[in-house]
């Protein structure tokens, strides 16, 4: 069944200035990156996706639902990881955190426990755990694990490797590979996501290129160098 997120003509400003201004994209590949140097528009882009955040003009739906007004449909149709795991956990123990979105979604909070559970059928030992007492690779599994509960039609994630050490680089890489969902990424990295069946490269709130990342990464990775050679030290 085909699953696609629809930006149509949007326009969004924040306390900084404008980000988008008639932006349009259509996504419906089963693995979608996005790249660009920071402030580009990425992460506003990834908020406004999953219903975080609301444009001022235009409209963003997903598999036909408007995530900025149907927040119960949006809960079931996109989740998002952050970059920062701590700025995603609320609750002090694993199986809390893991429960809450489940009780969100209309589960009474027993059935939504034993969900829970489930998610952790491999880490059985981590349900009573402090959730600060992880690693930082380790909270952003739980976050992922939280997500995949839901079961949701697209899962975001922005920058997912940033400030994980490679072991838990890779763990997350994998899991990513072998979800049965569409996926979004936002990413410094490229090599990551050379794999992926689309690559988006934004600049200042625009696209300068969009297809292939065999295509569009070795452009981009061209820009990269040239604006570090042309920078002073």
């Known amino acids: ?6 930006i149509r003509n949007i326009t969004f400003t924040r306390e900084a200035g404008r980000v988008f201004d008639g932006l349009s994209l259509s996504l419906s590949e089963r693995r979608v990156a996005v790249v660009g140097r920071n402030g580009s528009g990425k992460s506003s882009l990834l908020r406004l996706i999953a219903g975080l955040a609301v444009p001022q003009a235009g409209r963003v739906t997903v598999n036909g639902i408007d995530v900025a007004r149907d927040r119960r449909g949006a809960l079931d149709t996109v989740g998002i990881l952050f970059q920062n795991p701590d700025h995603q956990i609320i609750f002090p123990t694993v199986i809390e955190e893991i429960s809450f979105g489940l009780e969100q979604q209309g589960m009474t909070r027993p059935a939504a426990r034993a969900r829970a559970a489930e998610m952790l059928a491999d880490r059985p030992d981590w349900a009573e755990r ?6 930082q690779g380790q909270r952003q599994m739980v976050c992922l694990l939280a997500i995949l509960a839901m079961a949701p039609r697209w899962i975001l994630f922005d920058e997912p490797f940033a400030s994980l050490d490679l072991p838990s680089t890779l763990r997350i890489e994998a899991r990513i ?17 050379r794999g992926y069946d689309r690559v988006i490269w934004l600049e200042q709130g625009q696209v300068v290129a969009d297809g292939p990342p065999g295509t569009v990464l070795p452009a981009y990775g061209a820009e990269m160098e040239r604006l570090a050679r042309a920078a002073p030290c």
């Open 177 to 193: 590979a072998a979800l049965p969902q569409n996926v979004l990424t936002v990413t410094h990295d490229p090599a990551r996501v």
């Open 130 to 135: 402090l959730c600060h007492t992880l690693s």
């Open 1 to 6: 069944m085909s699953s696609t997120i629809d």
